[in-house]
């Protein structure tokens, strides 16, 4: 089985920014579309943003202009660049796919274990 693995959460002020990435446990061939999702401290997990196989990307209407997704295709990872963050921007970040394949098979609906961003007013 192959996991994703977040990194690059943690503590800033407002205004401030951060890159989250994403990566895969082990090589894999091929991903479908990536996404980051995010769980807020009201609980509510919402879709952060996606990017497809194409490199079409896709963003919450309130996170547009801030947030920035982009994959690197050949390491099937993904980032997520947050600017001018908010305190409400603070919750747990989730890497995701639609599907993978790998040399353990084809996965689907795979979730990272989340990394922490907190934002100080």
């Known amino acids: 089985q192959v996991q994703l693995v977040e990194s690059g959460g943690g503590l800033v002020e407002a205004g401030e920014s951060l890159t989250l990435s994403c990566a895969t446990s082990?090589?894999?061939?091929?991903?479908?579309?990536m996404s980051w999702y995010r769980q807020t401290l009201d609980n509510q997990r919402e879709l952060v943003a996606d990017?497809?196989?194409?490199?079409?990307?896709n963003y919450a209407d309130s996170l547009r202009g801030r947030f920035t997704i982009s994959r690197d295709f050949a390491k099937n990872t993904i980032s997520l660049q947050m600017n001018s963050l908010k305190p409400e921007d603070t919750g747990v970040y989730y890497c995701h796919a639609e599907s993978l394949a790998s040399n353990w098979g084809a996965q689907r609906d795979i979730w990272g274990q989340g990394t922490q961003v907190t934002v100080s007013s």
């Open positions: 990017i497809d196989r194409s490199g079409s990307t």
């Open positions: 082990r090589p894999i061939f091929s991903a479908s579309t």
